[in-house]
C-alpha cells in the first residue's frame, strides 16, 4: 500500500487482514484513531502509524485464531456455541412485525428495553443511502425502528461502539453480526480498559449469519445489471429457492443466489462462527417459518430481559420444531469447517 | 516621491537588482509596450516596469500566458511601437511557435524577447537553456555578464532588432537577474512615436524559403556588428597557457577564480556577450594565441559546441587546440555553477592545490548549528494542505489505486510530504490536464483508477483550458479540481484573469472558471478547501462519477488573507485531551498532518501549537482524533 515498513500494531492489520482481503468490515479499529476509516462497505487504512503495543491488532476478529487444530475436532453438539434455550419468538406488535425481516424479535426486544431503561441506546446500522448503510446509535424506538431489516453486508457499525466509548456512554445495547461480537468480546478482554468497556455494555444481540456481501462489489453488480436506484431491502428466500431479491422504488427484483455468492466478502469464507456464540441472545430467521424468528438465550443477562419481555407479552414465543434445531446444528457444523479449513488454507498461502 | 530607478536625469550611479537593470534598460531605450507571464527568475522586469508606468508613457501587461506575451508585444511592434517580451526559460517553449514564424516574417519597431535561465532549476520544473532557440529561429542573442551591461545592452538589442527587422533574444540567468550592483544610468528619452500599422506592409512567412533565407541575410548583418562589438572582450597575457572562453555571469566567477589561484599570468579571459551568432573572426584571432581553452557557461554547452564547429572550419590554419568544458567533464554538465566549481577546475588543469577556503563547507558549518533542517512545505494556513488532505482521504476511500497528475504552481509541493505525495505527475503549464485526457480514454484498455487533475487558477488560464475542452471534445473521463487561491502565488502574487486588476492598477472584471466550465456544459462544483471533511465527501462523491467535471476547491492563499486582515482563529491544544504518542493518535497531527504551526512538545510528549508560526486558519481542529486541538 506504499505505506513504508510496517511492523507494529497496524501492520498486523494491513499486512493479515487488509492485504488478504479478509476484513470483514466489522468497524472495531474504527473510530478509535485516525488511521483507519469506513466509507461505501470498505475499511480502509488510511495512514501509517508506529504504535508498537496498539488496540487495533488485539480487537481485530479476522486476528483471533481458532483454538483447535483440524476441522474434526468440531463437534455437532457445541456446534452452536453454549446457549440455555432455544426457541421461536416474534415481536406481539403487528406493526413492528410488518418492517420486520422476520419476526421482527430484535427491534421489540430493543425498543423494550429502551422503555425499561435497561438500555440507554442501541449501536444497530442504518438502511444506507447511495452509499453503503452505516452504524448508527438509535437512542429513541423511532430510530431503533428505521433500522429493521437485514442489511447482508458488513458496515462497520462498531465504530459507532467506539465513539459511544469515547463520549463515555452507558448501558449500551449492541446488534451485531457474529465477526462483531468476536471483536467486542476482544475489546472485553483488553487488558488496561477491558473491564470498563464490559460494564458499558447493556446487551449484546447477535444475528445469525452465513456470509455478508462485499457492498462495493455488489454495487458494481447491481449498476451492470441496469440498476441504479436506492435499494430499499434485500432478502434471501428459504431454500430450494436459490435467489437473492433487492425492492427498488419500482419493485422486488430477483436474481440468481450463485451470482451473488461471487460477491461474499472473501474474510466471510473463514469464519466459524454461523449463530453470534459471543451474545447474551442470537436471532435469525425461523426455516419454513415466516413471521418468526428463531432465538437463542445464551446469558443470564440474555434470559432476565427475554423472560421479562414476555411476560409482559411484547414477545411472543413458541418452541422450535426439532428438525429446524438440528438443521440450524448442522449448518453451524459445516460452517466452523469450512471456515476452518479455509482458515488453515489462507494461513498456509501466506 | 518618484522612484529613483524611473528619474529622467541620466549619470547618476544607482544599486540595482539585474532585473531592474534590465528593466531601465528597456526605459532608456525607448520602450512602450511590454508584456510577460511571471516566473522566476524574470518576474521583477515586468513588475519595475509596472511601476514605471504610474509614471511614464507606457503600456505594461501580465498576458494570460508567453505565446500570447510575444503575440501582443509583436503587435506594438509592427505598429511602430518598441516592445518588450519577459519569461522564464519554460516560457520561451510556450512562445516558441510564434517565435519561429516570427523570425520569417520580420519585425518592425525593435523587440527583444528576455528569457531568464534558472540554472538547477531552482524554482522551475526543469533545468533548461533558452539559447537555442535564437539558434533554432536564427535570432541574435545577447548575454550580458553585469547588471551594467545588462541596462547598457538592452539598448544595442532594441538597435540592433530594428535594424535587421527582427525580434532580439535576451539572455539572463538566476544570478544575474537577482544580483544587485551599482550602475550608471542613462537618460530616458522623450517618446513621441505613434502608433500606426503602415498598410502598405505585411508581416508573414511567404514565401517561407525566401524568407528563411532573408532570415539568414539578417543573422549574418547581426554577425557583422558582433564582429566589433565592445561587449565582446579578451583579456588578459598576449600567449596564455589557456584561455578561458566564457558568457553571461559566470565571467565573474572565473575572473574571481583567476584572481584567487593567481593565475592572471597563465590564464586569458575570452568573454563572448553576442553568443548567436558568433563574432567569428573575433573568436579565430584569439583562438590562435593558446592551444588550451576551457568553456565556462551556464547550463548547456552552447558557445562550447558552436566554436569548436567554428574551430573545424579553419583549424588547418589554426593548428590543433584542446577543448575542455562539460563534454571533456571538466564542467558539470548539470547544475548552476559556482566560483566554487570553476575554483576547482582550473586548480586541477594547472594541477595546483585550491584556496582552503570553500564557500560552500564553510557557510555550512557556521550555520549548520543554527539552521533547523527544513524540507519543502506549504505555509501555515495554506489551503492547498486542507485540498490535499481532501483529495488524500478521498482517494483512499475510493480504493481504486486513484491518484494525482499534477501541474505548476506552489501545489506542485503535492510531490512531497507537505503534501502528502499525491501528485505523481508535474511538468508543462496545463499538462496535468492534458495527461488527464490520456488517461481518460484508457478504460478500454483495462485502466480503472480514477485521476484527478489539479491546476492552480493562474494555470487554469495559461494553459489548462484548450485540454479541458479536448476533454470534453473527446469524452474522456476527467476530473479536473481547480485549486483557486485567487493568486499567482508562487511567483509573486501577480494579477491574472482571475483577479480583478491588472499590474497597472485598473480594475478589471474577473474571469469567472465556472462559467467557462458551464460555457462547456461539464458539471461544476465548489467547495472550501479549509472545510476538510466537506470537501473530502465531495470529492469522494465527484470520484464516482464519469466524465469529464470540474470542481473549484476556492480559498484565497493563506499569505492574501493574512495582508486583508489575518485569520479567525487563536489555536491552542488543550493537553488533558492530547493522547499524544499513545494508542488512538499516535501524533497525528505533527506526524501526518504535518502543519508547521503544529509542533511537539518533547518534555510533556503531547502536541503543541507554534505560536510564532500559527496564523490561526483552524482546520486541524477538524483532525484531531480526540478534539484535543481548540479554535479560540
Known amino acids: 500500500m506504499g505505506l513504508g515498513n510496517l511492523s507494529n500494531s497496524q501492520s498486523q492489520i494491513s499486512n493479515w487482514v487488509l492485504k488478504h482481503n479478509l476484513c470483514v468490515v466489522c468497524g472495531a479499529c474504527v473510530g478509535i484513531c485516525p488511521y483507519f476509516n469506513y466509507i461505501d462497505g470498505k475499511v480502509m487504512l488510511m ?210 443466489l450463485q451470482e451473488i455468492r461471487q460477491l461474499i466478502q472473501y474474510g466471510c469464507t473463514s469464519c466459524l462462527d454461523m449463530t453470534a456464540e459471543a451474545s447474551d441472545i442470537s436471532v435469525g430467521m425461523a426455516e419454513n417459518q415466516a413471521g418468526w424468528n428463531t432465538v437463542m438465550i445464551r446469558t443470564q443477562r440474555g434470559f432476565d430481559l427475554f423472560s421479562q419481555a414476555v411476560q409482559e407479552g411484547v414477545i411472543e414465543t413458541c418452541s422450535i420444531p426439532e428438525a429446524n434445531r438440528i438443521h440450524l446444528q448442522e449448518a453451524s457444523l459445516s460452517k466452523k469447517k469450512r471456515g476452518f479449513n479455509q482458515f488453515q488454507t489462507i494461513r498456509s498461502e501466506l | 516621491m518618484m522612484n529613483t530607478i524611473f528619474q529622467k536625469n541620466g549619470g547618476v550611479r544607482l544599486l540595482l537588482q539585474g532585473n531592474e537593470a534590465i528593466a531601465r534598460g ?9 508584456a510577460g507571464y511571471p516566473g522566476n527568475p524574470s518576474s521583477e522586469i515586468i513588475e519595475t516596469l509596472a511601476e514605471a508606468a504610474k509614471t511614464l508613457p507606457l503600456y505594461v501587461e501580465w498576458s494570460v500566458n508567453e505565446k500570447v506575451a510575444i503575440e501582443a508585444a509583436t503587435a506594438a511592434s509592427f505598429a511602430g511601437c518598441r516592445a518588450l517580451v519577459s519569461m522564464k526559460q519554460n516560457g520561451v517553449n510556450v512562445a516558441s511557435d510564434f517565435l519561429t514564424n516570427l523570425t520569417l516574417s520580420g519585425t518592425h519597431a525593435g523587440i527583444v524577447l528576455i528569457t531568464c535561465d534558472d540554472p538547477s532549476g531552482i524554482s522551475s520544473t526543469n533545468e533548461e537553456d533558452a539559447r537555442w532557440f535564437a539558434k533554432l529561429a536564427d535570432i541574435p542573442l545577447l548575454e550580458p555578464a553585469t547588471p551594467q551591461e545588462a ?39 522623450e517618446i513621441s512615436s505613434r502608433a500606426f500599422f503602415n498598410i502598405r506592409q505585411s508581416f508573414h512567412t511567404f ?110 590554419q589554426l593548428g590543433i587546440k584542446t577543448f575542455f568544458g562539460k563534454s571533456s567533464g571538466h564542467i558539470p554538465f548539470c547544475g548552476e555553477l559556482t566560483p566554487s566549481i570553476v575554483l576547482d577546475c582550473l586548480a586541477s588543469l594547472f594541477n595546483i592545490k585550491r584556496p582552503e577556503i570553500q564557500f560552500q563547507t564553510h557557510a555550512l558549518t557556521l550555520i549548520q548549528d543554527i539552521t533547523p533542517l527544513r524540507e519543502f512545505g506549504f505555509c501555515p494556513g495554506c489551503p492547498h494542505r486542507g485540498s490535499y488532505y481532501a483529495i488524500k482521504t478521498a482517494l483512499l476511500w475510493d480504493n481504486r489505486d486513484g491518484f494525482v497528475s499534477g501541474d505548476i504552481g506552489c501545489y506542485t509541493m503535492g510531490i512531497w510530504p507537505t503534501g502528502f505525495n499525491q501528485v505523481k505527475s508535474v511538468h508543462a503549464m496545463g499538462s496535468g490536464m492534458g495527461l488527464a485526457c490520456g488517461y481518460g480514454k ?44 485567487n493568486a499567482t502565488a508562487m511567483t509573486g502574487f501577480q494579477p491574472h484573469p482571475g483577479t480583478s486588476h491588472t499590474v497597472m492598477g485598473n480594475k478589471t472584471e474577473p474571469v469567472d472558471i465556472e462559467a467557462i466550465c458551464r460555457a462547456m456544459n461539464i458539471p461544476v462544483s465548489v467547495a472550501d478547501p479549509y472545510e476538510m471533511l466537506e470537501t473530502t465527501k465531495v470529492v469522494y462523491r465527484m470520484l464516482q462519477e464519469c466524465g469529464v467535471r470540474v470542481l473549484i476547491l476556492r480559498r484565497k492563499c493563506a499569505l492574501i488573507q493574512n495582508k486583508e486582515g489575518g485569520f479567525p482563529y487563536t489555536m491552542k491544544v488543550d493537553i488533558h485531551r492530547c493522547r499524544g504518542e499513545s494508542c488512538g493518535c499516535n501524533r497525528y497531527c505533527n506526524r501526518i498532518f504535518r502543519c508547521p504551526g503544529l509542533i511537539w512538545d518533547e518534555n510533556a510528549k503531547k502536541a503543541l501549537i507554534d505560536e510564532v508560526i500559527c496564523v490561526g486558519c483552524g482546520i486541524c481542529a477538524e483532525i484531531c482524533p480526540q478534539q484535543a486541538i481548540i479554535r479560540l
Not at chain 2, 528597456?26 to 511590454?34: D, I, K, R, T, Y
Request: glycine share 6%; proline share 4%.
Open chain 2, 207 to 316: 514565401p517561407v524559403v525566401a524568407k528563411h533565407k532573408q532570415r539568414h541575410e539578417k543573422l549574418n548583418q547581426a554577425g557583422d556588428q558582433f564582429e566589433i562589438s565592445e561587449y565582446n572582450t579578451y583579456t588578459g597575457p598576449e600567449h596564455p597557457e589557456l584561455i578561458v572562453i566564457t558568457s553571461g555571469c559566470v565571467y565573474m566567477y572565473v575572473k574571481e577564480a583567476i584572481d584567487m589561484l593567481h593565475l592572471n599570468e597563465n590564464i586569458g579571459i575570452l568573454k563572448i556577450a553576442t553568443t548567436w551568432p558568433l563574432p567569428k573572426a573575433f573568436i579565430i584571432k584569439h583562438l590562435q594565441r593558446s592551444n588550451r581553452f576551457l568553456f565556462v557557461e551556464e547550463v548547456d554547452p552552447f558557445l562550447e559546441e558552436n566554436i569548436q564547429v567554428l574551430y573545424a572550419t579553419a583549424a588547418g
Open chain 1, 47 to 256: 495512514d501509517f502509524c508506529t504504535q508498537e503495543t496498539g488496540k487495533c491488532h488485539q480487537i481485530c476478529p479476522k486476528l483471533v485464531i481458532p483454538d483447535v487444530s483440524s476441522s474434526e475436532a468440531f463437534e455437532m453438539q457445541s456446534s452452536m456455541g453454549t446457549y440455555k434455550d432455544i426457541v421461536m419468538a416474534r415481536a406481539a406488535d403487528e406493526h413492528i412485525r410488518q418492517h420486520a425481516q422476520y419476526g421482527g424479535f430484535t427491534t421489540a426486544m430493543l425498543i423494550y428495553a429502551l422503555q425499561k431503561a435497561w438500555i440507554e441506546g442501541a449501536v444497530l446500522t442504518n438502511k444506507g443511502d447511495e452509499n453503503s448503510s452505516t452504524g448508527i446509535f438509535a437512542k429513541t424506538p423511532n430510530d431503533i425502528l428505521a433500522c429493521s431489516g437485514s442489511r447482508f453486508n458488513g458496515s462497520a457499525s462498531l465504530s459507532v461502539f467506539n465513539r459511544c466509548l469515547r463520549d463515555n456512554q452507558k448501558k449500551i445495547a449492541i446488534v451485531g453480526l457474529p465477526c462483531q461480537l468476536i471483536a467486542v468480546s476482544q475489546m472485553e478482554n483488553l487488558s488496561d480498559e477491558g473491564e470498563a468497556i464490559k460494564n458499558s455494555i447493556a446487551l449484546k444481540l447477535g444475528l445469525f449469519c452465513t456470509w455478508a456481501l462485499d457492498f462495493r462489489r455488489l454495487r458494481e453488480y447491481l449498476k451492470k445489471q441496469g440498476i441504479h436506484q436506492r435499494i430499499l431491502k434485500y432478502d434471501i428466500p428459504p431454500p430450494p429457492e436459490e435467489s437473492f431479491k433487492v425492492l427498488t422504488e419500482s419493485g422486488w427484483i430477483q436474481f440468481p
Open chain 2, 26 to 34: 528597456a526605459l532608456e531605450s525607448g520602450v512602450m509596450f511590454c
Open chain 2, 151 to 189: 541596462l547598457d545592452m538592452m539598448r544595442m538589442a532594441f538597435d540592433l532588432s530594428e535594424q535587421i527587422k527582427n525580434i532580439v533574444m535576451f539572455r539572463s540567468v538566476s544570478r544575474l537577474s537577482h544580483t544587485r550592483s551599482d550602475v550608471v544610468i542613462h537618460h530616458l528619452p
Open chain 2, 442 to 485: 484508457l478504460d478500454r484498455f483495462g485502466f480503472q483508477q480514477p485521476v484527478i487533475t489539479v491546476c492552480g487558477d493562474s494555470t487554469f488560464f495559461h494553459a489548462a483550458i484548450p485540454a479541458l475542452i479536448n476533454a470534453k471534445f473527446n469524452q474522456a473521463d476527467a476530473f479536473l479540481v481547480v485549486l483557486d487561491n
